[in-house]
């Protein structure tokens, strides 16, 4: 818990305080009776509700999996995610801002990313494969946004949402760019927000997609991203939005802000090309940009054996998760990436391909 937080002395019903929270907080109406309608829900699963006790701050993982369970009977496995991420928003929440001791849904989240990451009937793709796959595309804002995610790990809208400021380089074809202050000192890297969420405005421009993360990310840009982002940044267009988007569109929308839709199919089109993609086919089999965020994820913890750093880069832990490891996490985190990331190759290709 962050210094100067101030704890409510008592809290009568816990869901309405969260949910006035999250109200000031700009979430719309319509979010804030989702999470009421599925945290009610879950609030009466409980041994006690039905007697006018209180039982959410005395619920175990096991309450919270047994819940989880019986919303499979009807449900998709994407809408049950949903749902347990409003659950566990509702305990970090509370337990952030002094109201819980404890956060029975962080095991349960876990162990779900755990199941969907290791999914056997996914379509399995070594590092070799990846590698002649990437060197295949030669378009610098295909291959720049590629790279980012499969080096990175972030989400669709996490990779549209950055803004020049959120990336810092050695070797910067940019002179006018001033970074965050959370990049000061930390050359190489890239700054991922938890803030951003569509609709919102966020450094003077209104949002078309959103951030998940739980907490503000820093990530380490190898040389091998380093080199791909320098190459895009040469002939990047002229920005149109003064929020000067990383990532910009180089057809129809020349200059605007790329689009999660235009991500996808920069994706889908070279997969398709590599027969990694079926219009017909279930998300098993297809290459999306989701399934490099897997394709990270399982190669990443597989070579580290380190949970805690691969989630912490995915931006699925809370700062209070971090403060348990180490006090120089920024340079533990920096150094097992270096070591364990898996290289993709950078060939010369500047001077062959034109946007």
């Known amino acids: 818990m962050s210094a100067g937080t101030d704890i409510p002395e008592a809290v009568e019903d816990p869901i309405e305080y969260f949910l006035t929270d999250i109200t000031y907080q700009g979430k719309s109406e319509r979010t804030r009776d989702a999470y009421e309608r599925v945290l009610r829900d879950f609030e009466t699963s409980l041994s006690g509700a039905e007697t006018g006790e209180q039982p959410l701050a005395d619920a175990t993982h096991r309450d919270c999996m047994a819940w989880i369970h019986d919303q499979r009977g009807g449900l998709s496995e994407s809408t049950v995610a949903t749902y347990a991420s409003y659950l566990h928003r509702f305990y970090a929440y509370m337990v952030q801002i002094g109201v819980f001791d404890s956060n029975p849904m962080a095991i349960v989240v876990e162990e779900m990313d755990e199941r969907i990451d290791a999914d056997p009937a996914r379509r399995d793709v ?79 421009e209104e949002r078309t997609a959103s951030n998940k993360r739980r907490r503000d990310t ?52 070279h997969a398709s090309e590599a027969g990694w993609y079926d219009n017909g086919g279930g998300v098993e089999e297809n290459v999306t940009p989701h399934y ?37 996490w920024g340079d533990r985190v ?9 290289e993709l190759p950078v060939a010369e290709y500047r001077s062959t391909c034109g946007v």
């Open 292 to 328: 490099f965020r897997h394709f990270f994820t399982t190669h990443l913890r597989d070579r580290t054996g380190d949970r805690g750093i691969v989630k912490y880069l995915r931006g699925d832990v809370a700062q209070d998760i971090i403060d348990t490891y180490t006090h120089d």
């Open 334 to 342: 920096r150094e097992v990436y270096e070591t364990h990331i898996y």
């Open 126 to 204: 070594s590092v070799p494969e990846m590698r002649q796959f990437v060197s295949g595309i030669r378009h610098p804002l295909d291959r720049a946004a590629i790279v980012t995610l499969l080096k990175t790990g972030m989400r669709v809208g996490e990779l549209c949402n950055l803004d020049q400021r959120d990336l810092h380089l050695i070797d910067d074809p940019r002179e006018d760019v001033t970074v965050r202050p959370s990049l000061d000192g930390r050359p190489n890297s890239l700054f991922v927000a938890s803030e951003p969420a569509r609709g919102s405005t966020v450094n003077g």
């Open 218 to 269: 820093v990530i380490p840009v190898d040389d091998d991203l380093a080199e791909t982002l320098q190459a895009w940044l040469d002939v990047r267009p002229d920005p149109v939005s003064s929020a000067r988007p990383l990532f910009s569109s180089t057809s129809d929308n020349w200059g605007r802000r790329l689009t999660p839709d235009a991500v996808r199919h920069i994706v889908t089109t």
